[in-house]
């Protein structure tokens, strides 16, 4: 399996925004749920959104209605959608699939959010 790739990272001062992509090369990530995740610096990567293959979407607390996951078949890509960033919001993010297990990649490159107060 290849790693899916995360783009869109960057410097950003709080309340700005950015908008995060995944894409897979060679492979169609449709029948998967997928997620975002983020590592804080020395901390644990934790889930932060989810999305069906039908396209339900659910974020993590710390987030809820400031990020918005959302995915597109035409381009195979998922996104996520960063808004009113806060400095606690600083770290990598990485894609993955959720869900099944089987079809979990390596982990990626992530994409780096810095966001300054």
């Known amino acids: 399996q290849v790693p899916l790739v995360e783009s869109g990272g960057g410097l950003v001062q709080a309340g700005g925004s950015l908008r995060l992509s995944c894409t897979a090369s060679g492979s169609d990530l449709g029948g998967n749920d997928m997620g975002w995740y983020h590592q804080a610096p020395g901390k644990q990567r934790e889930l932060v959104a989810t999305i069906t293959s039908r396209g339900y979407s659910n974020v993590a607390d710390s987030v809820v209605g400031r990020f918005t996951i959302s995915r597109d078949a035409y381009t195979n890509t998922v996104s996520l959608q960063m808004n009113n960033l806060r400095p606690e919001d600083t770290g990598v993010y990485y894609c993955?699939?959720?869900?099944?297990?089987?079809?979990?990649?390596?982990w990626g490159q992530g994409t780096q959010v810095t966001v300054s107060s």
């Open positions: 993955n699939v959720v869900r099944p297990l089987r079809n979990r990649r390596p």
